[in-house]
């Protein structure tokens, strides 16, 4: 039985009505930039991460770049990030002339370690960008005690989640400012790319709408030089329609990772495969389910090709640490120790956890990865 890492033609089966019946008013109307699509989006989007303001923007890569923007980010100035992340985290940093510094995360989350922080803070940081992992929220009381203590911002990388909660509060409130990914594959995802900034402080709004049209306002009077961050019009509309269906989505996704849950329970496995786990006062809304080999050697990769040669999906997030990527081969800070973002890199493995995905399918990905391993 194939089994894809993520389907989203099911999905899309379920509101395709709903898709086309707004997709073609926005083609009637002609009007493809910003105006009251997006703005209807950012209203309820800011709403379900329980925040005041949310702007819509070209993706989550722009939306971690404008937040850094806003905060005046600039050449010679160092933000602290995870040494384990997708790239973007840190490829930002440095498209703005600073310089990503790397800490090690917790493999219990895979998050940001809290407690590696500290020691990185120096004169030259501006901020802490914590990443909600996969799904998770990261350690924000401790994060956030740190930068008040330091008086630093603090910016949620929250591309991978939308929904997710720590001690009840969404992903989008936890700091000063938080970026979405709406790509097409986020548990919020729009028909190309897409992503919103939120925040709670009304100048820290203004900025980000100032710096999505080239820091302009009123128009054609450039008061910074900011970029074109727009979302469009067309995204705007599709996310607004999936945004109705996304606590359902949500739900599951988190049955499915109970159900994974049980299922390797009953199997003679073990410590060997260490399943994702959500941490006390945390609700994971699991963008992706990734587990861990902890046999070592070439495991991981071992089982990947079994699966792959079954027609079962799965995929390495990521197979480098952020240090160990040849750009950042000069990076003064990834000549450090991470030897749990190492294990991270070597030993994890996404497998399907899509919310169509069946009983019968979970069982058989588990059933593969049990043959992998004997
Ligand atoms: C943790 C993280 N940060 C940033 C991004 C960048 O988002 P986008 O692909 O929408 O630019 C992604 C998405 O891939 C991500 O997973």
Not at 47 to 62: E, I, K
Not at 185 to 193: P, R, V, Y
Request: aromatic share 10%; with cysteine; net charge negative.
């Amino acid at each position: 039985m194939p089994v894809p890492l993520l389907d989203l033609k099911l999905q899309y089966a379920t509101i395709r009505d709903e898709v086309l019946r707004v997709t073609s008013e926005v083609y009637d109307s002609q009007y493809f930039i910003l105006g009251k699509r997006v703005d209807d989006f950012e209203r309820d989007f800011a709403a379900y991460c329980h925040s005041r303001y949310a702007v819509g923007v070209s993706s989550g890569t722009d939306a971690l770049l404008i937040a850094l923007m806003v905060l005046s980010v600039g050449p010679g100035d160092e933000v602290i990030v995870p040494a384990y992340s997708f790239f973007a985290t840190a490829g930002v940093v440095d498209r703005l002339g600073a310089i990503p510094v790397f800490a090690d995360v917790a493999l219990d989350d895979y998050n940001i370690d809290p407690a590696k922080i500290e020691a990185l803070i120096t004169p030259a940081t501006k901020a802490i960008m914590p990443v909600h992992l996969y799904g998770q929220c990261a350690a924000m009381d401790e994060i956030n005690r740190i930068a008040a203590k330091h008086k630093l911002p603090v910016i949620e990388d929250a591309a991978q989640a939308v929904g997710a909660e720590y001690d009840g509060r969404r992903a989008g409130v936890l700091g000063t400012m938080a970026a979405f990914s709406f790509f097409p594959s986020k548990n919020l995802g729009a028909f190309g790319d897409a992503g919103a900034v939120t925040c709670e402080d009304e100048a820290t709004y203004e900025r980000l709408i100032d710096f999505r049209v080239h820091g302009m306002r009123p128009k054609y009077y450039h008061r910074y030089v900011g970029g074109n961050f727009r979302i469009d019009a067309l995204q705007a509309a599709i996310l607004h329609v999936k945004l109705a269906h996304l606590d359902s989505w949500a739900e599951g996704r988190r049955r499915n990772a109970a159900a994974y849950a049980e299922l390797f329970a009953d199997t003679a496995l073990g410590d060997r495969v260490i399943l994702p786990r959500e941490l006390p006062r945390r609700r994971h809304v699991y963008n992706q389910y990734v587990i861990r080999f902890t046999d070592g050697g070439d495991t991981r990769d071992r089982v990947m090709s079994h699966l792959k040669s079954v027609a079962i999906g799965c995929d390495i997030y990521y197979p480098l640490t952020l240090p160990q990527q040849e750009c950042f081969k000069d990076n003064l800070s990834a000549g450090g120790q991470f030897p749990s973002s190492d294990l991270a890199a070597a030993q994890t493995l996404a497998i399907p956890v899509f919310p169509e995905l069946t009983k019968d399918q979970m069982a058989e990905v588990v059933r593969e990865i049990g043959k992998a391993l004997n």
